[in-house]
């Protein structure tokens, strides 16, 4: 076992959340060691390399670079540096009649789009989710004690906050749907097939069960500005790592976590031939995972979901010597017809900038579908290829792909257990189902001193903003 001092403090997992934490920390007087099972960092957010392409591993779409968001303040508080591209047309949605609706980032822009398309009056309800969304990112970087510790915390939160911020926590009793009935708006037809889909991406659930808080920030999501990093999305990790290492944070790749257990002077985390002491101890893997490394659950933890509970991924990817079809990267196909096992109705195509020759030398377009997998029934993985086939007919005959693809590759639970180690190859976090208030949803806090948790499975959940504001939140608590 190696020799350290108690200040060392152990991240496990180097996705975003785990990336977060340690810039966090990399600004302390601790020695800081990052522990990841994979060959590279990002986890769902990455960028691998093959046959001279740059494909993403998961996500694909950024929002929170704003000051007062959460990646923001990550860069304004530690120095990174990035060098995004704002997309003027977020996304395009496409119905199964071939209509197009863009989802314009201006507001205005996008309610005289969304009432000519669906010829219905929408203007309050947009204007109400995009002040509850806006509310909605400004607290979460405001309020990093947030959910409360305990009653002094909860009652010092509470005077702190202002009416706009009130009006965001009752609405995390109203469902998404009953919003939309009291705004007069249709709860049935293309609009609501259009929300669902929206809130199945961002939120992992539907209008019925996702409360009207994370429901607006779901809803207004391509209403902020959204961006592109040349290079792909794995650059925000690399350049969390190198920002790190310069500040004296050491990565252990391929190497992943067997055992955390308590020790007179902290944990001893067991991965491999690698036995490391630590005064604390960042957990950034989903809940499930840290319950199997702990052999319990902490009381601390108030959320368990199940696999049947949770959403897997399978995602299509490849490259095309073609021109962009459509006037915008990001595009969400509504089907005909469902493709077996893909519950969600819906594909989610990504392309690289045209102009990106990091991710394609060659000029070739790089492309990534993917939709939610369900894991209700056991995954049978000889469905693999029949999905993939079903897949490109829907892009050539949608007008998507007008060439042959080159290495085409998909990805379903077998390939996310191993990519990112996530227990039964469930991704996206806990949806944000109705009753996930904030008080209930897990946090920072594990119920063993010196074990904080990070990740989309605890608060604030899913994406990277929300993964990287978990991460911050558990390093400040700490560091505290
Ligand atoms: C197909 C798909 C599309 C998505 N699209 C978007 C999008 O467009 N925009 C968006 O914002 N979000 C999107 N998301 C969600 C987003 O990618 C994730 O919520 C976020 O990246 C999760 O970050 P994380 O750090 O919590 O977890 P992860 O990214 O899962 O990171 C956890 C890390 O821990 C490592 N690990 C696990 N177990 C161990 C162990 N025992 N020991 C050591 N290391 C371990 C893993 O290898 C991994 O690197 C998408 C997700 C998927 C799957």
Redesign the pocket.
Known sequence: MKQQDKSTIVV???????LTAALRLSKSNHQVHV????WM?????GTYLRKHHKYES??????GLEDYMPLGMVMRETGLKLNPICLEVPMQIHFPGREVLNRHESLDQWIDEAESFFKVKQAGFWRQAYGLADTVWRASTKYLDFPPANLQEACSAALKFRPAEWQVLLKAFESTRRWMQKSHLPTQGLFMDFVNAQLL?TAQSDAENTNAAFGAAALAYPLFPNYYLPGGLGKLSEAMVDLATERGVRFHLR????QISKSPKGFLIQ?GDLTLQASQVVS???IN?LID?LGEKPKGIRDVRTESQLWS?F?TSFSVNQKLPFSALHHQIHLENPIPKLPGKTLFVSFSHPDDRERSPDGNLVVSV?SHLGLQDPWESDKKAEIESEILKVLKERGFLTAEPDYVHSAAVGS?KK????AFGA???YPQTKGLLPWKMNNAFSGISGLWL???TVYPG??????AL??WIAAQRCLK
């Open positions: 496990v997992g180097a996705g975003i959340a785990g522990i990841e099972q994979n960092v990002g986890g769902c957010a998961g996500a694909t779409t950024l929002v991406i190497t992943p976590v067997q991965a950034a893997i989903p995972n490394l991924a995602q993917s996310w990519w990112t180690g996530r991704v996206g976090g990070a990740g989309d899913q994406g990277i903003p929300g993964a978990s991460g």
